[in-house]
Nanobody
Framework: QVQLAESGGGLVQAGGSLRLSCAASGRALSSYVMGWFRQAPGKEREFVVAINWSGGNTRYADSVKGRFTISRDNGKNTVFLQMSSLKPEDTALYYC????????????WGQGTQVTVSS
């Protein structure tokens, strides 16, 4: 079992930045692809970005390319999401999740951290 806990969300003005963290416990994250997802009110959850076990490969949703950066520190069992040039449409509950591979289902999810971007 892997337990995931997100932190770092908050209220920020458009154009600002936030850094989200996802800390894992129960098992080392180094075996997992880690992803960030988000869900805005009234909308379905959507994929944001994922990173492979070594950090050498990443995949981004078009909506966040060039603005968001995912990274991981396997030694600290933590994944990060640096968000810059935030827009009001980035407002959502952000979740981190773990999967055994890019084509695998995400089996473990955190509780989410709220990001609100004001215009």
């Amino acid at each position: 079992q892997v337990q995931l806990a997100e932190s770092g969300g908050g209220l920020v003005q458009a154009g600002g930045s936030l850094r989200l963290s996802c800390a894992a416990s129960g098992r080392a994250l180094s075996s997992y692809v880690m992803g960030w997802f988000r869900q805005a009110p009234g909308k379905e959850r959507e994929f944001v970005v994922a990173i492979n076990w070594s950090g050498g490969n990443t995949r981004y949703a078009d909506s966040v390319k060039g603005r968001f950066t995912i990274s991981r520190d396997n030694g600290k069992n933590t994944v990060f999401l640096q968000m810059s040039s935030l827009k009001p449409e980035d407002t959502a509950l952000y979740y981190c999740a773990a999967a055994l591979g890019y084509k695998s289902t995400y089996d473990y999810w955190g509780q989410g951290t709220q990001v609100t971007v004001s215009s």
